[in-house]
């Protein structure tokens, strides 16, 4: 490893940015936590960092959901190589195009149709992201994404994203339409309160382009759930 460069640090870990086999990569690296049982946490660490592997190649794979490809697992440090991708976050993306007023748009359309296609396609392999935002989804190619969200109902074969989703370190297998459900709900909050401008229609057009996408037998149920979700979420925030 060279030219090593830590870019982001937070409770979990840190991610470096550094060149790896003469390619450009990230690192997510664990903390060790010291308030538990040494042995429990070395096994707990582990189980976490090669769940997170397996869940990029499962999205990837599986889903047909862009993701970093893995290139080294180091179970004696918790660290994590992947692949950089030199691209926006949806987050900066949005803040950048949707403009003082909160002008809405086709690409921003096209945007939200592939966050929720690529959510639905998580969720039809029982792939649980766990930390669904803006800031973990990356505008990759905006032509693709919009000729995409034209075409993906006229093709049989899963049509590409111009969408990379990231960090699945909160990643989790279910059937259970109740967390995929909770997955949405995480994801809704995100944009309502980063994006509260073109919140409402960033949210309808991703729950509508997740209900297109999905098979009607993953779709209803969680749908419907959602609304559960929703409504036990507003008595909290009332109860405080």
């Given at each position: 490893?060279?030219?090593?460069?830590?870019?982001?640090?937070?409770?979990?870990?840190?991610?470096?940015?550094?060149?790896?086999?003469?390619?450009?990569?990230?690192?997510?690296?664990?903390?060790?936590?010291?308030?538990?049982?040494?042995?429990?946490?070395?096994?707990?660490?582990?189980?976490?960092?090669?769940?997170?592997?397996?869940?990029?190649?499962?999205?990837?794979?599986?889903?047909?959901?862009?993701?970093?490809?893995?290139?080294?697992?180091?179970?004696?440090?918790?660290?994590?190589?992947?692949?950089?991708?030199?691209?926006?976050?949806?987050?900066?993306?949005?803040?950048?195009?949707?403009?003082?007023?909160?002008?809405?748009?086709?690409?921003?359309?096209?945007?939200?149709?592939?966050?929720?296609?690529?959510?639905?396609?998580?969720?039809?392999?029982?792939?649980?992201?766990?930390?669904?935002?803006?800031?973990?989804?990356?505008?990759?190619?905006?032509?693709?994404?919009?000729?995409?969200?034209?075409?993906?109902?006229?093709?049989?074969?899963?049509?590409?994203?111009?969408l990379c989703m990231i960090d699945f370190g909160?990643?989790?297998?279910?059937?259970?339409?109740?967390?995929?459900?909770?997955?949405?709900?995480?994801?809704?909050?995100?944009?309502?309160?980063?994006?509260?401008?073109?919140?409402?229609?960033?949210?309808?057009?991703?729950?509508?382009?997740?209900?297109?996408?999905?098979?009607?037998?993953?779709?209803?149920?969680?749908?419907?759930?959602?609304?559960?979700?929703?409504?036990?979420?507003?008595?909290?925030?009332?109860?405080?």
């Amino acid at each position: 490893m060279s030219g090593i460069e830590i870019i982001k640090q937070g409770a979990e870990g840190r991610l470096y940015r550094h060149q790896f086999l003469g390619t450009a990569v990230l690192s997510k690296e664990r903390f060790k936590k010291t308030y538990r049982h040494p042995t429990l946490d070395a096994n707990l660490t582990r189980s976490r960092l090669m769940q997170e592997a397996r869940a990029l190649r499962k999205a990837r794979l599986q889903a047909h959901v862009p993701t970093p490809r893995v290139l080294f697992v180091d179970p004696e440090t918790s660290t994590l190589v992947m692949e950089e991708i030199a691209a926006p976050t949806v987050r900066d993306w949005v803040l950048t195009h949707s403009g003082a007023a909160g002008a809405h748009s086709t690409d921003l359309d096209a945007v939200c149709d592939q966050i929720g296609m690529a959510v639905a396609r998580l969720h039809g392999v029982d792939l649980i992201h766990g930390d669904l935002t803006t800031s973990n989804m990356l505008v990759t190619d905006l032509y693709l994404a919009t000729a995409t969200a034209t075409a993906s109902s006229t093709t049989k074969s899963p049509a590409l994203l111009g969408l990379c989703m990231i960090d699945f370190g909160l990643a989790a297998t279910s059937t259970l339409a109740e967390d995929k459900a909770v997955d949405l709900y995480v994801l809704e909050r995100a944009i309502k309160s980063t994006h509260p401008k073109v919140e409402k229609d960033m949210v309808a057009r991703v729950l509508a382009a997740y209900e297109r996408e999905a098979t009607t037998a993953v779709a209803a149920p969680v749908l419907a759930k959602l609304d559960e979700v929703r409504l036990r979420g507003r008595k909290r925030s009332m109860v405080g």
